[in-house]
Antibody
């Protein structure tokens, strides 16, 4: 059964770069026809699609976040990553990684809270 | 891009049916049959309930059904149960990204 697990710092300072990694188990990133992506949910708010990556490195990003988002993939370790630069308090959220089909989430990680504060 | 439009809240009594709408445009919901619905209980990750407009993953009760008309997708829950009380989110493919609705809180009276 496919499982995804987010990892990374829970606290990031304003103006710095948020970095998260998602480790995939129970399936191979490079053998999947699907994309892998990131979604976030600010406290008390709805979900926001951030971006995605294919095992080949092809990416798609939310137009509103595109200037600050970078995703990468490490097929040898079956994991993918998110970097969000120049963070502010508005980037405080639970960040989820997911397996995507047609860029729409199918399987979700449990989520990790990232707080932006000095 | 704009988020899909969902009602902020809906409610129903046990045993009744409720329908949650998700309205987009011809660039997302209306243009593709890749709309999913998720159930989210407090403090938990979203759970996939419907994908590709009307398909149910294994393990999801057939009380949950999805449909689409034009640029509006709908999730119908029949035979409401107490454990159905949760937030529900829709999401649609939009060509080169995906877009979520604002979420709907379902209250079981």
């Amino acid at each position: 059964q496919l499982q995804l697990q987010e990892s990374g710092p829970g606290l990031v300072k304003p103006s710095e770069t948020l970095s998260l990694t998602c480790i995939v188990s129970g399936g191979s990133i490079s053998n999947s026809p699907d994309y892998w992506g990131w979604i976030r949910q600010p406290p008390g708010n709805g979900l926001e699609w951030i971006g995605s990556i294919y095992y080949s490195g092809k990416t798609y990003y939310n137009p509103s976040l595109k200037s600050r988002v970078t995703t990468s993939v490490d097929t040898s370790n079956n994991q993918f990553s998110l970097k969000l630069s120049s963070v502010t308090a508005a980037d405080t959220a639970v960040y989820y990684c997911a397996r995507l089909s047609w860029l729409v989430p199918r399987n979700w990680g449990q989520g990790t809270l990232v707080t932006v504060s000095s | 891009q704009s988020a899909l439009t969902q009602p902020r809240s809906v409610s129903g009594s046990p045993g009744q049916s409720v329908t949650i709408s998700c309205t987009g445009t011809s660039s997302d919901v209306g243009g593709y049959n890749h709309v999913s619905w998720y159930q989210q209980h407090p403090g938990k990750a979203p759970k996939l309930m419907i994908y590709d407009v009307s398909k149910r993953p294994s393990g999801v009760p057939d009380r949950f059904s999805g449909s689409k008309s034009g640029s509006t997708a709908s999730l119908t829950i029949s035979g409401l149960q107490a454990e159905d009380e949760a937030d529900y989110h829709c999401c649609s493919f939009a060509g080169s990204y995906a877009v979520f609705g604002g979420g709907t809180k379902l209250t079981v009276l």
